[in-house]
């Protein structure tokens, strides 16, 4: 099993800047591609970013592209998220999510679903 904690959340005014954590433990070895993840109030989880098991491949949804930054160490077992030009579209619980499964190569997932471990989440809200 693999645990997963996220820090990093709070309250900050659009244009500002969130750096997340997740830091993980147990059976972290078996950690292959990790992501972070979103869910607002009234809408459903949403995919946010993926970095691969070497932090050589990543992927972001489109809303975040360029302001957002998703990074590893597996030296430390942590991932992060930097998160530049906040709007308050970007309010929402941050959930990091890691994967166990070998997909071959940088495959990322980016559906919830692929994913069997969650942390409990960190609020995020942006205010206008």
């Known amino acids: 099993q693999v645990q997963l904690v996220e820090s990093g959340g709070g309250l900050v005014q659009a244009g500002g800047s969130l750096r997340l954590s997740c830091a993980a433990s147990g059976r972290t070895f078996s950690v292959y591609a990790m992501s972070w993840f979103r869910q607002a109030p009234g809408k459903e989880r949403e995919f946010v970013a993926a970095?691969?098991?070497?932090?050589?491949?990543?992927y972001y949804v489109d809303s975040v592209k360029g302001r957002f930054t998703i990074s590893r160490d597996n030296a430390k077992n942590t991932m992060d998220l930097q998160m530049n030009s906040l709007k308050p579209e970007d309010t929402a619980v941050y959930y990091c999510?890691?994967?166990?499964?070998?997909?071959?190569?940088?495959?990322?997932?980016?559906?919830?679903?692929?994913?069997?471990?969650w942390g409990q989440g960190t609020q995020v809200t942006i205010s206008s």
């Open positions: 999510a890691a994967d166990l499964v070998y997909r071959g190569g940088n495959y990322l997932p980016i559906r919830g679903l692929q994913y069997a471990h």
């Open positions: 970095i691969s098991k070497s932090g050589d491949s990543t």
